[in-house]
């Protein structure tokens, strides 16, 4: 797909860390972009510093889905690519006990299901209802419809401990990928994934020095964090070259996550 003024674009958790580095992309080709995320603050300043849309979203409610998609296409008409970059993580051992005091303790199912909504099924949610959208359009000269890009995550595949919710729902995006993109073959739009490894984003953000240092070092080569403007670009591949379909591809200077 060639990018330029013409194409409409939605990125998910798009007011900063990959999301925004993918909209600072997409905007310098020229592309309209509507920043989908829950901090207004943020994604406000975000989307007037890039020339985006700012909608507030919450990928888990039906009801503010529908809204952001209704504003963005208002604003930007209907999209022709989705980037999936809304998620969360949380760590709790799938059962265990205290040292100190010896309670035994299981995952809380309530904070499983937190991670399962916002990170696959909230994916999913804005997949099936772009998708819906993108069939309005004409197939482009090129042959695409559209494109949709989801973000899951090496622990899909070397989940750490404490990362059973988490891993689970990135292996959920990574599981998803090819029959989507085999479901909405024959009307020209295409579906991959992307697998971060560790990133420089505002997750790792306040941590200190040494322990970004001691996280860099775990890296194959080159030994240090990933920077959003690499996923961006590997994103922004994904979209340009036509015969990138049903892929889930891991960007993550070969690490392979150790146990913990």
Same mark, same amino acid.
């Given at each position: ?6 194409? +409409? ?34 994604? =406000? ?42 998620? =969360?993580?949380?760590?709790?051992? =799938? ?34 209802? +772009? ?130």
């Amino acid at each position: 797909m060639k990018l330029d003024s013409s194409i +409409s674009a939605i990125v998910t958790g798009g007011a900063s860390g990959l999301g925004g580095a993918t909209v600072k992309a997409l905007r310098n080709h020229g592309v309209k972009v509507a920043i989908f995320d829950m901090n207004e603050k943020t994604g =406000t300043a975000f989307a007037a510093e890039t020339g985006a849309v700012y909608c507030n979203v919450n990928v888990t409610d039906d009801a503010s889905v529908d809204a952001g998609f209704a504003a963005a296409r208002a604003a930007n008409g209907q999209e022709r690519i989705l980037v999936n970059c809304a998620g =969360t993580g949380n760590a709790f051992k =799938t059962a265990g006990r205290n040292k100190e005091t010896g309670e035994i303790k299981s995952f809380p199912i309530k904070e499983f299901d937190r991670i399962i909504q916002i990170n696959l099924v909230g994916t999913f949610r804005c997949i099936a209802k +772009s998708a819906a959208g993108m069939l309005t359009l004409p197939v482009l000269p090129d042959g695409d419809r559209g494109i949709i890009i989801n973000t899951a995550s090496v622990a899909a595949e070397d989940g750490q401990m404490g990362q059973a919710a988490y891993s689970a729902s990135k292996g959920g995006v990574v599981g998803m990928t090819l029959p989507i993109a085999r479901d909405l073959s024959s009307e020209a739009i295409r579906v991959n994934t992307i697998l971060p490894g560790l990133f420089n984003t505002p997750l790792l953000a306040g941590a200190p020095e040494n322990v970004k240092a001691a996280l860099a070092a775990t890296v194959l080569n080159p030994k240090r964090l990933g920077m959003p403007d690499e996923y961006a670009s590997l994103a922004l591949q994904m979209v340009q070259n036509g015969y990138f379909n049903g892929e889930s591809v891991r960007l993550d200077g070969g690490i392979r996550m150790q146990p913990r």
